[in-house]
């Protein structure tokens, strides 16, 4: 779910459902080529969750490192818990393996527990949770728990927390994302400020531990990649976790990792002006080798290639390829920042996959855009990776 926006950032969008090294790359003669990473790095536009790469290190969490979770359990005066809290934390558990492996280790959740069920002071159904659930409503129910729970925790030994309701509050729905405002009290309990928290919801249940990824990423300062309004998963299907948190295997697109420090700038290839230039390119799933090859076509906007092989889990029955998309870091969260390019748009997809599953570009295929001039050609492909070709009139 969208993390909510301060008084200050409003989000103007309405809530949907919701490794070998690489052989170097090599450039063309042209006089434009750069090696330079940094020359495709995009700034932001919209001043909040977008795809540049100029986060604002004070609303938003470091990603790379160690994040000290603390989850509490909830229930309230008219939805008291049963049972233990022991099924709760082993449903969101998996999220914490699921994250190291995306981001090559580099981002790891530190979740630890307070086994017992705090009561929360209010009834569920008076924290208005629904569609369009302000900021300040979101933050009294992030207050609320962590008062309740402070008798028993010792907040300043966490980074961020996790509040997990009774299965009995069907009122608490769905799970937003929790990101203080700098400019106001907030929230403290033992002389510090409480910054980040994912309120879970019943939907937990329904997109399993993966949604624990997505809304913590949401404080790393991603965006959503699902859509606000027409189809919800017009843009990248299942090949994010930000868009379809239940697709077959989501990873973090390339462009993201980047982003967060997970991909390196040395494994990165740039093409920021006319010119072409060829590059291997090692699957994301993998570590090591070069991770992504951009095209830059403007202030705002570039083209990225990246290679799929993900062979012994979910997305093997879909397909694998070179995913080409494109990157608007002025777009909005929930209006497409990222979108994937279709190779197969008649293509019948396989049971377990859905149309855009089948994106993926295979050797000899080639994606075009005539308004900037953008071509990337796929000239060869296997289980080692894919070799691509950048072209820039």
């Not at 042209?30 to 330079?36: G, I, L, V, Y």
């Not at 932001?44 to 509490?72: I, S, Y």
């Not at 509040?163 to 907030?186: M, R």
């Not at 093409?271 to 390119?281: N, Q």
Request: net charge neutral; charged share 20%.
């Amino acid at each position: 779910m969208p993390a909510l926006p301060t008084r200050l950032r409003p989000l103007a969008a309405a809530f949907a459902l919701i490794p070998c090294l690489a052989v170097p790359a090599t450039a063309a003669a042209s006089s434009n080529s750069s090696d330079s990473a940094a020359r495709c790095a995009l700034p932001g536009k919209t001043g909040w969750t977008d795809e540049g790469h100029d986060t604002d290190r004070v609303q938003f969490q470091p990603a790379t490192g160690t994040h000290r979770v603390l989850t509490l359990f909830v229930d309230f005066p008219d939805a008291p818990a049963t049972g233990s809290t022991d099924p709760y934390a082993a449903q969101l558990a998996p999220a914490a393996h699921w994250m190291a492996q995306a981001s090559y280790g580099r981002s790891r959740l530190d979740i630890s527990s307070l086994h017992r069920w705090i009561r929360m002071p209010a009834d569920s159904t008076s924290y208005g949770f629904q569609r369009g659930l302000t900021f300040e409503a979101h933050e009294k129910y992030v207050r609320d728990a962590i008062g309740a729970a402070d008798p028993y925790a010792d907040f300043s030994r966490y980074d961020m927390v996790y509040v997990v309701p009774t299965k009995a509050a069907a009122a608490i729905s769905f799970s937003p994302t929790y990101l203080y405002d700098p400019t106001t009290p907030g929230v403290t309990a033992d002389g510090t400020r409480v910054k980040w928290a994912v309120t879970f919801g019943q939907d937990m249940w329904h997109w399993g531990p993966k949604v624990a990824d997505h809304e913590t990423s949401h404080t790393f300062g991603l965006p959503d990649l699902y859509s606000f309004t027409g189809a919800t998963h017009q843009y990248v299907g299942g090949w994010d976790v930000m868009g379809n948190i239940a697709g077959p295997a989501p990873q973090y697109l390339g462009w993201q990792s980047w982003k967060l420090g997970w991909t390196r700038d040395s494994q990165v290839a740039c093409l920021p002006a006319p010119g072409h230039r060829t590059v291997r390119l090692t699957p994301v799933e993998r570590p090591g080798g070069t991770k992504i090859a951009v095209l830059r076509t403007g202030a705002s906007t570039a083209y990225v290639a990246e290679s799929r092989r993900a062979e012994g889990n979910d997305r093997s029955a879909c397909s694998t390829g070179v995913l080409i998309y494109k990157v608007d870091s002025a777009a909005k969260t929930g209006e497409g920042p990222l979108r994937i390019m279709n190779a197969n748009p008649a293509a019948t997809p396989p049971a377990g996959c859905t149309q855009l599953d089948l994106a993926a570009y295979k050797p000899g295929q080639t994606f075009t855009d005539p308004g900037t001039g953008a071509r990337i050609d796929v000239l060869a492909g296997g289980r080692a990776g894919d070799t691509v070709r950048l072209s820039e009139r």
